[in-house]
């Protein structure tokens, strides 16, 4: 009789739709956020300092790498917007719906009014009593008036829900515009941006093309100095992983005691932290507070020249400057390597793990020292020249290189 059901259902539809776009509009929000959040850190990372030296191939990384994010960003702002839109036109064919019930319920009350005062000008209530036959009948009229009294409260208290209802939609159909509106303004801000970008790029592009062989050897140069430190570091730690065998093997009193080429022989206790470091894949820590990757794990090719293979041995993180590098988990001193030029390398052992924080200016930290997780252990080295502060930051099991990102908590 009364529409009790239809207004649940309609509240209980648009909850459900609220829910469904809602959930994947966070997730957009999120994203577009955090895609903020790294712009910034692009320009205060990369582009706040003014260099020394110009370096083309090295601007062109910087502003590919700006243009990635924006591209990024701008593709974000465009889902989030089209989300918005479909949200929009539900709400306003919601609005209608709902308009044209209420225009309903307000003439079927306007009716039952008109009648109720038609009746009461023909005859009094109190007449209409007084003509029952007998007292079941005067007793059921009674009812029958309290009933209709009850009906018209109630009637005028849905024609106030329903308006409700409306009005919340209205203010939720003016919000998602402004919304919309403020991602629209900010998507043309990036469009402008890019444009500027890019235009930037292609003069770079256009540089390191008339000097492209110059490039292509300090390039190939540059790429062989990694390999042969790569190759060092690599000797190093095989030299330290036999020496720590050798020191465990005299406190195990086990000279028979053996294991595998290149692999650190365990103490119980050491298999508990490696255990440990194991159990916690995908929850460690960032060695850097704050810091932006540049340079990824693996194998990939160079963004300019084909041909030329980067091979990303860990991360480069670049950070502040003045920032310390910290330990990402319990472990410890393995040493502290000392490349030509006078930058530092700790590593940290975590039982067969090994974690290497290399291009430190400072260290406060010295072989054989016990570390815990978040411990500082150095000043991140700032070149002079590129103004940049990185962080070469390495995991290893026993000799074996693995990819940083897939142990640490994600950004």
């Known amino acids: 009789m009364i529409k009790n059901r239809f207004y649940i259902s309609i509240i209980l539809l648009l909850i459900s739709v609220f829910s469904t776009f809602g959930q994947t509009r966070k997730q957009l929000e999120a994203q577009r956020k955090k895609l903020n959040l790294e712009m910034k850190q692009v320009n205060n990372l990369l582009f706040k300092e003014k260099k020394k030296e110009k370096n083309a191939l090295e601007d062109l990384k910087d502003i590919n790498k700006k243009i990635k994010v924006r591209e990024q960003l701008i593709a974000t702002i465009n889902s989030e917007a089209s989300i918005l839109s479909k949200e ?55 009812e029958y008036m309290k009933q209709y009294t009850k009906f018209r409260k109630k009637q005028g208290e849905e024609i106030k829900i329903q308006s409700n209802i409306i009005q919340k939609l209205n203010d939720s159909l003016w919000y998602q515009k402004k919304i919309k509106d403020t991602l ?19 003069k770079l592009i256009s540089t390191i093309k008339k000097k492209e062989n110059k490039y292509k050897r300090a390039l190939q140069k540059k790429v062989k100095e990694e390999k042969k430190l790569t190759a060092k570091i690599d000797k190093l730690i095989k030299a330290e992983i036999a020496r720590a065998n050798r020191i465990a093997k005299a406190k195990l009193k086990s000279k028979s005691k053996t294991t595998k080429k290149n692999e650190f022989l365990l103490s119980p206790e050491a298999k508990a932290l490696a255990t ?79 974690t290497s924080y290399n291009n430190l200016e400072k260290v406060y930290v010295k072989k054989g020292d016990a570390v815990k997780t978040g411990q500082k252990l150095g000043q991140i080295f700032t070149d002079k020249v590129s103004k940049k502060t990185k962080l070469i930051f390495v995991l290893f099991k026993n000799t074996t290189r693995l990819n940083p990102s897939s142990w640490m908590l994600k950004r």
């Open 88 to 142: 929009i036109s539900k709400n306003e064919l919601k609005i209608k719906k709902l308009d044209k019930k209420l225009s309903d319920l307000k003439k079927d009350y306007a009716d039952m009014i008109f009648k109720s005062y038609k009746s009461k000008s023909q005859q009094s209530r109190t007449m209409f009593l007084l003509s029952s036959q007998n007292f079941y009948q005067a007793y059921k009229r009674l």
């Open 276 to 354: 440990k470091f194991e159990l916690n894949k995908g929850k460690l820590p960032w060695p850097v507070d704050e810091g932006l990757v540049v340079r990824r794990f693996g194998k990939q090719p160079h963004p300019t020249f084909p041909g030329i293979t980067i091979n990303g041995t860990g991360l480069h993180i670049v950070t502040q400057k003045g920032k310390d590098a910290q330990a990402i988990f319990n472990g410890k001193v393995l040493n502290v390597l000392v490349s030509s030029e006078g930058r530092k390398n700790v590593l940290i052992q975590h039982g067969n793990y090994i």
């Open 184 to 202: 629209i303004l900010s998507e043309k801000k990036q469009k402008l941006a890019i444009e500027t970008d890019k235009k930037k790029q292609e």
